[in-house]
């Protein structure tokens, strides 16, 4: 949110994104638990508490001291969502499921000869970047973009958008240590620290093939062909649990319940609400008079 009102349409820039947050975590009050190198004991590292809403301001100070106002960007597109039907990889003639999201800024990059590019922001604990090159989202952004920016006339008929570039910001802050003409953090007598910190700041590219694009096409519409078997019940519902769940699934304390031979339903009705996840992605919501008017 700090960043969607940082990043307005144009090459102007909006308020400070740390004014932003501010505001919208003034009642706001948590800790989180992060890496710090301290300054007491040389190429040491500890895991220390923090106050979540200093740290939110601290990350957004630090990020425009990285990037600046990234002068080179032409906001495009900013927290707009999207919707785009995908052709039944068995009948072209007929689409299969209307793909819908919400992509986070495209821009044109005037440094890249005009390229247009999604921002895609990322705030994470630690940076990785080595799953990327098949993570399905951007492969779905990616193959449906031109298309739908092309539909809304914000691009060319012959532009095309082909990367997308995550904009990692990791939620810890650099240590209270000076830095030689390279970057790198000093011990006290002036020696370079044996152990430096992970990067706090990466733009990471992610570059698709119109040949990718087409592919992830196809990948969308088979997913949603055994989606569609499994709401008819043609296929079985299955769990398929990883250490993944336990950070990942809104759901995997009822998983336990339901492992164990619990009460399911009970324990649904005292912990769960029941929402439409696809509200914001309505006709209502996606009429060009809204999108206006927000």
Request: with cysteine; charged share 30%; aromatic share 10%.
């Amino acid at each position: 949110m700090a960043l969607a009102e940082w990043y307005i349409p144009g090459k102007k820039r909006g308020p400070h994104p740390a004014e932003t947050w501010d505001k919208i975590t003034k009642d706001y009050t948590d800790s989180v638990r992060t890496e710090t190198l301290t300054g007491f004991i040389d190429d040491d590292v500890e895991m220390g508490w923090l106050d979540a809403r200093q740290l939110g301001h601290n990350l957004l100070v630090n990020y425009v001291k990285q990037y600046g106002e990234d002068e080179q960007w032409e906001v495009l597109w900013n927290e707009r969502p999207f919707k785009q039907l995908i052709p039944h990889p068995q009948d072209k003639s007929k689409p299969i499921v209307n793909y819908v999201g919400t992509i986070d800024l495209i821009v044109r990059d005037h440094a890249a000869d005009g390229r247009i590019r999604y921002i895609d922001h990322k705030f994470m604990k630690t940076i990785s970047t080595r799953h990327l090159w098949i993570d399905s989202q951007n492969g779905g952004y990616l193959a449906i973009g031109t298309h739908q920016l092309r539909q809304e006339g914000i691009i060319g008929p012959k532009e095309s958008i082909r990367d997308l570039i995550y904009n990692f910001v990791r939620k810890a802050l650099p240590p209270d240590k000076p830095r030689n003409e390279f970057g790198e953090f000093l011990n006290k007598d002036g020696s370079v620290s044996k152990i430096q910190p992970a990067p706090f700041f990466e733009r990471y590219a992610v570059t698709k093939t119109a040949a990718e694009r087409n592919s992830q096409i196809l990948h969308i519409g088979n997913e949603a062909l055994i989606m569609n078997k499994f709401r008819t019940q043609e296929l079985p519902l299955y769990k398929n649990p990883t250490r993944d769940c336990t950070w990942d699934c809104p759901f995997f304390g009822l998983c336990q319940v339901d492992e164990s031979g619990g009460d399911v339903e009970a324990t649904k009705k005292s912990i769960y609400r029941q929402e439409n996840p696809y509200a914001e992605y309505q006709e209502n919501a996606l009429s060009p008079k809204r999108l206006r008017e927000e």
